[in-house]
């Protein structure tokens, strides 16, 4: 995997911010452009900065947790229920299936 540009902290802080909106008001992460109103590379990089923890599911249903801020440890809407993620902060996961 590549490793996400930082970029500058306003551009990071306004990202922070839509996804803190959501966490607040108990919703589903929003997307990113141009689906959504996060740009491009901000999850990434949001992550690499430390300030969020992500697991992504199927249909890229995204659930983001805050890691800094006043809202630590609060995260978006959940997955459903019995589903794995695929991809945890950027890495995918493998499952291991079981023959027998």
Same mark, same amino acid.
């Given at each position: 995997?590549?490793? +996400?540009?930082?970029?500058?902290?306003?551009?990071?802080?306004?990202?922070?911010?839509?996804?803190?909106?959501?966490?607040?008001?108990?919703?589903?992460?929003?997307?990113? #452009?141009? #689906?959504?109103?996060?740009? +491009?590379?901000?999850? *990434?990089?949001?992550?690499?900065?430390?300030?969020?923890?992500?697991?992504? #599911?199927?249909?890229? #249903?995204?659930?983001?947790?805050?890691?800094?801020?006043?809202?630590? =440890?609060? *995260?978006?809407? +959940?997955?459903?229920?019995?589903?794995?993620?695929?991809?945890?902060? =950027?890495?995918?996961?493998?499952?291991?299936?079981?023959?027998?």
């Amino acid at each position: 995997m590549a490793r +996400p540009k930082l970029r500058n902290n306003a551009w990071l802080d306004e990202n922070f911010k839509i996804v803190e909106a959501a966490v607040v008001a108990g919703v589903r992460c929003p997307q990113t #452009y141009p #689906y959504g109103p996060i740009a +491009p590379g901000a999850i *990434s990089a949001l992550i690499a900065a430390k300030r969020i923890s992500s697991a992504v #599911y199927k249909h890229n #249903y995204r659930v983001v947790t805050l890691l800094v801020g006043e809202h630590s =440890g609060k *995260s978006t809407a +959940p997955a459903e229920r019995g589903l794995t993620p695929y991809r945890v902060d =950027g890495v995918r996961m493998v499952r291991v299936r079981r023959h027998g």
